[in-house]
């Protein structure tokens, strides 16, 4: 069972920035995805981006595009969610997630590990 740990949430004014950290606690196998999803309240959880662990390919959802990168580190066990301009929008819970790339096949349905997800709120 892999496991999550995530930093890096909080509070930020719109057009700030912060970066989302997700350490799994074991390297995944090639055929799957790491990412993020996120959920406002009252909403839908909505994908916001992964990166292939085979491939290192990543991809962004159109609303974040241009704004929001993803990257990774220490052998692929580490990603982060590099977030720039951000909106009160943006506000949400930020959920890491791994399962059978690409992430955008099933959504939310298709992810096998779920981080326990961290606050960002953006104030206007």
């Known amino acids: 069972q892999v496991q999550f740990v995530e930093s890096g949430g909080g509070l930020v004014q719109s057009g700030g920035s912060l970066r989302l950290s997700c350490a799994a606690s074991?390297?995944?196998?090639?055929?799957?995805?790491i990412g993020w999803f996120r959920q406002a309240p009252g909403k839908d959880r909505e994908l916001v981006g992964y990166?292939?662990?085979?491939?290192?390919?990543?991809y962004i959802s159109d609303p974040m595009k241009g704004r929001f990168t993803i990257s990774r580190e220490n052998a692929k066990t580490t990603m982060h969610l590099q977030m720039n301009g951000l909106k009160p929008e943006d506000t949400a819970i930020y959920y890491c997630a791994a399962g059978p790339a690409p992430l955008t096949a099933s959504g939310p349905r298709g992810v096998k590990y779920w981080g326990q997800g961290t606050q960002v709120t953006v104030s206007s």
């Open positions: 990166i292939r662990q085979g491939s290192g390919v990543t």
């Open positions: 074991e390297l995944m196998t090639d055929y799957y995805a």
